[in-house]
């Protein structure tokens, strides 16, 4: 079964950036990133296909956060510039069995543990 560990979580202000980073144990299909902020549903934030195709991004992230791979090291990222207090939450990796498959909770099939972002104002 895929293992999904994610890193780079921390405490920031509001304006500040932080990159997350997944590390997955094998890379196939699609990688993304979901959150879910206490007492709300778990949310996409941005995924995209291995091959860098089929690169979705929520609203609130269009031209603020950023998806990326590095595929030779089977990781991925989530930079996040201009953070916002609403922008806390637990942040987790996931990936799925298809292609294009990772924009939607439904669809995922392995989740990391989850990391927390905090942004104070």
């Known amino acids: 079964e895929m293992k999904l560990v994610e890193s780079g979580g921390d405490s920031v202000q509001a304006g500040g950036s932080l990159r997350l980073s997944c590390t997955a144990s094998?890379?196939?299909?699609?990688m993304g990133w979901f959150r879910q902020a206490p007492g709300k549903e778990r949310e996409g934030v941005a995924s995209?296909?291995?091959?860098?195709?089929?690169?979705k991004y929520a609203d609130f992230a269009e031209g603020r956060f950023t998806i990326s791979h590095d595929a030779s090291k089977r990781l991925h990222y989530l930079q996040m510039n201009s953070l916002l207090p609403e922008d806390t939450a637990t942040y987790y990796c996931a990936a799925a069995r298809t292609y294009g498959a990772c924009a939607s909770s439904d669809n995922v099939r392995f989740w990391g543990q989850g990391i927390q972002v905090t942004v104070s104002s």
């Open positions: 094998e890379y196939r299909y699609c």
């Open positions: 995209m296909d291995i091959n860098g195709g089929n690169m």
